[in-house]
């Protein structure tokens, strides 16, 4: 690598193995000449392992803030507590309190990234915006930030707490205008972003490389009583509020014979409550629990399913407007999908074509007869997956996407010319 090159230091207060998004662009920045430095948090022991897999791969340095304990980390949670009793009285109300209230590692985080001599920082999710804004102040350079999510309406937990909001609301306010590189992970999440801050995003899909595909496409055979048809969905997470209680009611008034497989690190009080709905609307199949993977292999461990769910919920209003990692790894792996019918998976749809179906989940007998008409039909099937494994490799991959995020990166931080182009 060119020593010359600029380094592009990205934050998040997350996991790395939480941040597909942001591993796909320290991948794509180093593959095209940049040095890469990425401070993550480290703070939940279960997702260690993948977080190792990901860095023995990585091609790009590291710090991990480990906040699981500490006297450091003791008086920062304190002094967050104390932030979020004042945060919304006008006298406290700025943005380094606002920092704190929302995150008691955010400024931390940015005082270990300002350390390194970055010319450009890129902040993901919304701890790390004040974070960039403060390495790129103290190191005189520019920074940017991700909108993977409208974060004032990102969650339900977090619109029922007035301090959340206000701190959400007082960062985004005064450090949006700061970033000099703007993305959003949806056309829908930019312009709720353009509407409310007035600053303009550019759409950047959540999508992935043709790399992480199976190496053919997977044909899982004729559908029978032997063989049900395989739903599937995964999610680092399984726990409420992503359609998931929607999808077992409609499944249990299908005809066709068919499993639901489910993957990720399960929530035990969720999964008590999913099974009991399974029995209560008469789930034939017990479901399947699978577990969590690296994010490079979620392409390949869906290849054989026979539908994917894309199954969002339209509340809170994040979910409505966002368009996740789930559509776009199951083109990836050449499977159809079943997309609820958000505000932006309805837009998406038309561009999906044949590789999708598209319905709003509220009537289980009506989605039960439209996935049944799907699974009667063979070729229509056929058609579907092979839309879906063209529609990843022509137009929805990482390597077409990528190029809309390094143009805005070479803008505010050039290669020297004899970095790769």
Same mark, same amino acid.
């Given at each position: 690598?060119?020593?010359?090159?600029?380094?592009?230091?990205?934050?998040?207060?997350?996991?790395?193995?939480?941040?597909?998004?942001?591993?796909?662009?320290?991948?794509?920045?180093?593959?095209?000449?940049?040095?890469?430095?990425?401070?993550?948090?480290?703070?939940?022991?279960?997702?260690?392992?993948?977080?190792?897999?990901?860095?023995?791969?990585?091609?790009?340095?590291?710090?991990?803030?480990?906040?699981?304990?500490?006297?450091?980390?003791?008086?920062?949670?304190?002094?967050?507590?104390?932030?979020?009793?004042?945060?919304?009285?006008?006298?406290?109300?700025?943005?380094?309190?606002?920092?704190?209230?929302?995150?008691?590692? #955010? @400024?931390? +985080? %940015?005082?270990?990234? !300002?350390? /390194? *001599? &970055? #010319? @450009?920082? +890129? %902040?993901?999710?919304? !701890?790390? /915006? *004040? &974070?960039?804004?403060?390495?790129?102040?103290?190191?005189?350079?520019?920074?940017?930030?991700?909108?993977?999510?409208?974060?004032?309406?990102?969650?339900?937990?977090?619109?029922?707490?007035?301090?959340?909001?206000?701190?959400?609301?007082?960062?985004?306010?005064?450090?949006?205008?700061?970033?000099?590189?703007?993305?959003?992970?949806?056309?829908?999440?930019?312009?709720?972003?353009?509407?409310?801050?007035?600053?303009?995003?550019?759409?950047?899909?959540?999508?992935?490389?043709?790399?992480?595909?199976?190496?053919?496409?997977?044909?899982?055979?004729?559908?029978?009583?032997?063989?049900?048809?395989?739903?599937?969905?995964?999610?680092?997470?399984?726990?409420?509020?992503?359609?998931?209680?929607?999808?077992?009611?409609?499944?249990?008034?299908?005809?066709?014979?068919?499993?639901?497989?489910?993957?990720?690190?399960?929530?035990?009080?969720?999964?008590?409550?999913?099974?009991?709905?399974?029995?209560?609307?008469?789930?034939?199949?017990?479901?399947?629990?699978?577990?969590?993977?690296?994010?490079?292999?979620?392409?390949?461990?869906?290849?054989?399913?026979?539908?994917?769910?894309?199954?969002?919920?339209?509340?809170?209003?994040?979910?409505?407007?966002?368009?996740?990692?789930?559509?776009?790894?199951?083109?990836?792996?050449?499977?159809?999908?079943?997309?609820?019918?958000?505000?932006?998976?309805?837009?998406?749809?038309?561009?999906?074509?044949?590789?999708?179906?598209?319905?709003?989940?509220?009537?289980?007998?009506?989605?039960?007869?439209?996935?049944?008409?799907?699974?009667?039909?063979?070729?229509?099937?056929?058609?579907?997956?092979?839309?879906?494994?063209?529609?990843?490799?022509?137009?929805?991959?990482?390597?077409?996407?990528?190029?809309?995020?390094?143009?805005?990166?070479?803008?505010?931080?050039?290669?020297?010319?004899?970095?790769?182009?």
């Amino acid at each position: 690598m060119n020593s010359a090159a600029p380094l592009v230091c990205l934050v998040t207060q997350g996991h790395l193995a939480s941040t597909p998004r942001l591993l796909k662009e320290a991948d794509a920045l180093v593959g095209a000449g940049y040095r890469v430095h990425v401070v993550a948090g480290r703070f939940y022991p279960p997702v260690d392992p993948l977080d190792r897999e990901i860095l023995a791969a990585a091609r790009w340095a590291h710090t991990l803030v480990d906040y699981r304990g500490g006297p450091a980390v003791f008086v920062r949670k304190l002094l967050r507590r104390a932030a979020r009793k004042l945060v919304r009285q006008a006298p406290f109300a700025n943005v380094a309190l606002a920092a704190r209230a929302h995150h008691a590692e #955010s @400024l931390h +985080l %940015g005082a270990v990234a !300002a350390r /390194l *001599p &970055a #010319s @450009l920082y +890129l %902040g993901h999710c919304l !701890a790390a /915006l *004040p &974070a960039v804004v403060n390495a790129a102040k103290t190191r005189g350079v520019s920074c940017g930030f991700d909108g993977e999510d409208f974060h004032d309406t990102e969650t339900k937990a977090a619109l029922g707490e007035p301090a959340s909001v206000a701190a959400a609301r007082i960062l985004q306010m005064n450090l949006l205008r700061e970033c000099e590189h703007l993305t959003a992970a949806s056309p829908l999440i930019a312009r709720e972003f353009e509407k409310s801050y007035g600053v303009k995003m550019t759409s950047v899909l959540n999508v992935f490389p043709r790399s992480e595909a199976p190496a053919a496409p997977v044909d899982p055979g004729p559908i029978s009583a032997e063989r049900p048809a395989r739903l599937y969905w995964f999610s680092q997470t399984i726990g409420p509020g992503r359609g998931l209680d929607a999808v077992v009611a409609a499944m249990a008034r299908m005809r066709t014979p068919v499993e639901l497989h489910l993957r990720g690190m399960a929530r035990p009080s969720y999964l008590t409550q999913l099974n009991d709905h399974a029995a209560k609307v008469g789930l034939a199949r017990p479901i399947r629990y699978l577990p969590a993977g690296p994010a490079a292999e979620m392409a390949r461990f869906a290849a054989s399913a026979d539908l994917g769910l894309s199954a969002e919920e339209r509340e809170p209003q994040n979910r409505d407007l966002c368009l996740t990692n789930k559509i776009f790894t199951y083109l990836l792996a050449g499977i159809p999908q079943l997309l609820s019918a958000t505000s932006a998976q309805t837009a998406l749809a038309p561009e999906l074509g044949a590789a999708a179906l598209l319905d709003d989940l509220t009537d289980p007998a009506r989605t039960a007869q439209l996935l049944d008409g799907f699974f009667a039909d063979p070729a229509r099937i056929a058609t579907a997956r092979r839309t879906a494994w063209e529609l990843a490799r022509t137009r929805f991959c990482w390597d077409v996407e990528q190029e809309i995020f390094l143009a805005s990166v070479r803008r505010l931080a050039p290669l020297p010319s004899s970095s790769p182009p």
